[in-house]
């Protein structure tokens, strides 16, 4: 393409690069398009006829049969994975951006030698850890309760990370000294200038941290056997394993799963902002 | 001063506090762990006694086919999955910066999506789309001539590398995308000024001034892959899976936890999975470092 290209040329390429983007596309949607038709099916639809289409529409059928299952317990795990994930990841950036916002703000001793051991913790593969944190759980005697799924997702290096490089981008140095010349205490100044002015970098950390717990799976296997306790994820995996034995577990399997991912999709689409931002701060520094 | 370096502690105490108990202490813990044993007592009668075996544990580990082949799979799955996962979003990264591209908002947003599908839904719906009594794509391919069982041993390794590339591949765009709309444009317009094509500039300019980020995608996806566990676990529940309870690194340690009590073992396996991602985080990291070493001491 050099110098001038003539019209078709350009036509041409514009429609490669497109039609490869939208097979692209084609790809990674027509799981969910699936996923959508077969929620509106029955065990029998879904084993015989054409799963791209509403044949046999019963959703609402579905649906009923999801709620009356083992009386709700679907929506009782629904109400768990929003605990998990509501909870703690609110917790979880209020502590990750506190210790950002220590490390762009303060100075102090061995801070870098501090930060990097942080680093270090963004590297460690999480599910070795879960098999050990099971074992000390199991020795504190918390296995098997809230406590052993909330307290692990408190903690993401990442988000510190993260907090730290958005502090650096939010937060004007002389916001705070100003504060500070009012009287403001060190604390009080984080609270009421560097929490507020950092909120997108907030908001960042918990989408990320909330979606991370929503899709949590080995934590929860290994730490809870109670069914009442289940996420989410973990139910529907339960479910899935009854399925092969009875094919009326696979509408449920199927509904069930279009439910759970709703909640995420629709943080997504409306935080693009967000998590864009999440995404660059972590890549292009 | 003295209020400063209080209000510092206060702030990454709880962080710190947290640290300790859900990463280092566990990992301390494991390491520990690995190093003992349970034995029978006398003939079986006095129940268990925790007995110290110093690296039985890592040497029944290594020395258990299972688990080294469990690394073989690994292997196998890293030769495919990461270079297709760098060359797909790079590639679509590209095209979506070539300024022949329309729709750039629905394209990214398109193409993310899969990503916020949990891990776990995702593997089953794509279980469902592999299982030949429910998938529309199985009888399409069938219609087609094409006969491929996704759960045999040749089908198994590509059909976790799909879930996975379906789960990441829109993830790692946004990111060179975003790289890729950070580089100068300027330093593009000289290029075409040069007189160097679309290709020309993809590949000589554009790719390396994004060569970090790519680093840091293959360091990432390293480490994920390593803790590779949920997708294959679902496809073992498939009925004549060639996917085993001990396919993976993960699943071994998981099995020898919860199948045969023994923690010792898990713990061990644990260690040498963390170890194993240390040494190739390290690897990675001293690469890309040279690199941006060298450049500069020729700058």
């Not at chain 1, 303060?106 to 051991?117: C, I, N, P, Q």
């Not at chain 2, 990264?93 to 776990?120: E, K, M, T």
Request: proline share 4%; charged share 10%; with cysteine.
């Amino acid at each position: 393409m050099t110098g001038r290209p003539r019209t078709g040329s350009v036509w041409l390429s514009k429609a490669a690069v497109n039609g490869a983007l939208v097979l692209a596309v084609v790809y990674m949607l027509f799981p969910l398009v699936w996923l959508l038709t077969a929620a509106t099916k029955d065990a029998g639809g879904l084993l015989a006829g054409n799963a791209f289409s509403f044949e046999g529409f019963d959703l609402g059928g579905n649906l009923s049969r999801l709620a009356a299952y083992n009386d709700g317990i679907y929506f009782h795990w629904y109400a768990n994975s929003l605990l998990y994930a509501g909870a703690g990841a609110l917790a979880c950036s209020l502590v990750s951006v506190a210790a950002g916002y220590a490390f762009h703000v303060y100075d102090f001793r061995g801070k870098e030698k501090l930060f990097g051991l942080v680093l270090l913790g963004v590297l460690v593969p999480t599910t070795a850890l879960a098999l050990p944190m099971y074992l000390l759980a199991s020795e504190i005697g918390v296995v098997n309760t809230y406590w052993a799924v909330l307290i692990p997702v408190l903690v993401n290096p990442f988000g510190v990370y993260l907090s730290r490089v958005f502090c650096a981008g939010y937060i004007p140095d002389e916001a705070l000294e100003a504060a500070r010349i009012d009287g403001a205490g060190e604390l009080r100044v984080f609270w009421s200038i560097g929490l507020r002015m950092v909120m997108p970098g907030f908001v960042t950390v918990f989408l990320f941290q909330f979606t991370a717990v929503w899709n949590n799976f080995f934590l929860p296997l290994v730490m809870l056997s109670d069914q009442k306790l289940y996420p989410l994820s973990l139910g529907l995996y339960a479910w899935n394993s009854n399925a092969h034995a009875e094919p009326d577990f696979y509408p449920l399997v199927v509904t069930g799963s279009l439910l759970a991912v709703v909640p995420l999709v629709v943080a997504f689409v409306s935080l693009q902002r967000h998590w864009k931002a999440g995404l660059t701060a972590g890549s292009v520094k | 001063m003295k209020a400063r370096t209080r209000a510092a502690t206060i702030l990454l105490t709880p962080f710190f506090l947290l640290f300790t108990a859900v990463m280092v202490v566990p990992i301390g813990y494991a390491v520990w762990l690995s190093l003992f044993t349970e034995k029978q007592s006398g003939l079986g009668f006095g129940g268990t006694e925790t007995v110290f075996t110093g690296l039985d544990n890592y040497t029944a580990a290594l020395g258990d086919r299972a688990f080294r082949e469990g690394f073989g799979v690994l292997l196998g799955y890293c030769l495919l999955y990461i270079p297709l996962l760098l060359a797909g979003a790079l590639g679509l990264a590209l095209l979506l910066d070539s300024a022949l591209a329309r729709a750039r908002r629905f394209f990214q947003l398109a193409l993310f999506l899969p990503h916020a599908v949990p891990g776990i839904i995702a593997a089953l719906i794509w279980v469902y789309l592999y299982t030949p009594q429910l998938s529309p794509v199985v009888q399409a391919m069938e219609a087609g001539g094409i006969g491929f069982d996704f759960f045999s041993p040749e089908g198994a390794l590509p059909s976790v590398v799909n879930i996975a590339l379906w789960e990441w591949l829109g993830y790692n765009m946004v990111i060179f995308y975003a790289a890729l709309q950070a580089i100068d444009r300027s330093v593009l317009e000289a290029a075409t000024v040069d007189g160097a094509g679309a290709w020309r500039i993809a590949f000589s300019v554009k790719i390396p001034l994004v060569k970090a980020s790519l680093a840091m995608v293959a360091l990432f996806t390293i480490i994920g892959s390593l803790q590779l566990f949920t997708e294959p676990l679902i496809l073992n529940k498939g009925t004549g899976s060639a996917v085993t309870s001990t396919w993976t690194p993960n699943m071994y340690a998981y099995t020898a936890a919860f199948d045969r009590n023994d923690y010792g073992l898990a713990a061990a396996a644990s260690v040498l999975l963390a170890l194993t991602a240390a040494l190739l985080s390290f690897a990675v990291t001293r690469m890309t470092g040279r690199r941006k070493a060298g450049k500069e001491r020729t700058a």
